[in-house]
């Protein structure tokens, strides 16, 4: 079982800055990539960033140049950075690990960001 706690949500006003964490714990070792996912009221869950234990990144077009996705060295805290913020990121942002050889994916509890024009 993999558990994931998200953290760093708030409200900003636009052209301000968060930085999102996603700490994991349990038994992480099927993991080969944690995301970040938003969503906003009314509409679906959508993909934003995402990491690989390669090192690969994943960042959707809307985000690009703005927002920034790491992890640290144990690659169980997972982090976005998210500067130059707009209204229309105001959501609640989900953090998703997953891998071949994990049984399901696992999500965690979501943390709201809101960004006040």
């Known amino acids: 079982q993999v558990h994931l706690v998200e953290s760093g949500g708030g409200l900003v006003q636009a052209g301000g800055s968060l930085r999102l964490s996603c700490a994991a714990s349990g038994d992480t070792t099927c993991v080969s990539a944690m995301e970040w996912y938003r969503q906003a009221p009314g509409k679906e869950r959508e993909l934003v960033a995402a990491i690989t234990n390669s090192g690969n990144l994943f960042y959707d077009d809307s985000v690009k140049g703005r927002f920034t996705v790491s992890s640290d060295n144990t690659k169980n805290t997972v982090r976005l950075q998210m500067n130059s913020l707009k209204p229309e990121d105001t959501a609640v942002y989900y953090c998703?690990?997953?891998?071949?050889?994990?049984?399901?994916?696992?999500w965690g509890q979501g943390t709201q960001v809101t960004v006040s024009s």
């Open positions: 998703n690990a997953f891998g071949a050889t994990c049984p399901r994916d696992y």
